[in-house]
């Protein structure tokens, strides 16, 4: 077996992260995984870490925090690999405050679980999305998603998806609904007001099942937006969103596509694999690359 790399972001989990060092050391080493532990100074520092690791050969390179943290392994990663190359293999320690993506990868929650699949786990090749220039591996949100997570990085005192709940109910007093035209690879198309965007490889964002029958190696992305909305047709739609029953509701499209395009007059604020990427986008191009990810699940 190789030389695991381990990038860890010690702020995952409001510093879940920093204080789960030595655990996480303690069980790769219960393990029997031979490995080296970097913990990141930073945002998209685990970028530069991953390419690192990549090209100096450690296998796996994994991921120790959130959804975030994964999302820049996962960049660092695919730019590692070039174009049209397999990147990976990428591994998991999930310790953020939602991990979302682990819920459709179906890494254990167990910090000894999640360790022990360095050695025993197998590789599942996977695809990947692009939106503009940024690779992800969950989802890209557009409008009240990236509210959202706005919101929740006032929040200093809760912990979990409990953070989430509270940032929804704070958006929903002031939602952003934009005039965005929207089109996808088979030539439909809308031009109106939107509440929300979402364009997925996984299933599930801040412990919203907005997706809920996405797969991640199909080839492509799930998505769905929502029509604007009134502050209580928001309130009544969101318990519909938390149980993945939202789909067949008048205010929602939804399908899956290869590519899809997002612009809009208005600034837009995207969201993607749980990380603020802009709060002034324009023009989103969003395409999924299948096959491009090699994952131990």
């Known amino acids: 077996m190789a030389r695991a790399k381990v990038i860890l972001n010690p702020y995952a989990g409001r510093w879940k992260g920093q204080r789960s060092v030595p655990a996480v050391e303690a069980a790769l080493k219960e393990a029997g995984v031979d490995f080296d532990l970097v913990c990141t100074a930073g945002p998209d520092h685990a970028i530069a870490l991953a390419r690192e690791a990549a090209l100096e050969g450690y296998s796996p390179v994994v991921a120790a925090g959130g959804d975030g943290t994964i999302g820049e392994v996962v960049n660092g990663l695919m730019q590692a690999a070039g174009s049209d190359q397999v990147a990976g293999p990428l591994a998991i320690i999930p310790l953020?405050?939602?991990?979302?993506?682990?819920?459709?990868?179906?890494?254990?929650?167990s910090l000894q679980e999640a360790c022990q699949l360095l050695r025993t786990g197998q590789v599942r090749t996977i695809d990947v999305g692009r939106v503009n220039e940024r690779y992800f591996i969950n989802d890209v949100g557009v409008g009240f998603e990236p509210q959202v997570t706005l919101e929740s990085r006032k929040i200093k005192r809760l912990r979990g998806k409990l953070i989430y709940l509270v940032a929804v109910l704070r958006a929903v007093r002031d939602p952003l609904q934009a005039h965005m035209?929207?089109?996808?690879?088979?030539?439909?198309?809308?031009?109106?007001p939107?509440?929300?965007?979402?364009?997925a490889n996984g299933r599930c964002t801040g412990g919203f099942w907005l997706t809920p029958y996405a797969e991640l190696?199909?080839?492509e992305l799930d998505f769905i937006f929502a029509d604007a909305m009134s502050r209580l047709q928001i309130l009544l739609f969101l318990p519909k969103v938390m149980r993945g029953t939202h789909l067949d509701e008048d205010p929602v499209t939804h399908g899956r596509t290869r590519r899809i395009v997002i612009t809009s007059d208005d600034p837009l604020p995207v969201v993607a694999d749980g990380e603020i990427m802009t709060t002034a986008a324009h023009r989103l191009e969003i395409e999924a690359l299948p096959s491009r990810m090699q994952v131990l699940c």
């Open 194 to 199: 939107i509440l929300m965007v979402s364009v």
């Open 217 to 219: 190696d199909d080839g």
């Open 96 to 109: 953020g405050s939602a991990n979302d993506f682990t819920q459709t990868l179906g890494t254990p929650a």
């Open 181 to 192: 035209t929207i089109e996808w690879d088979d030539g439909q198309g809308v031009s109106k």
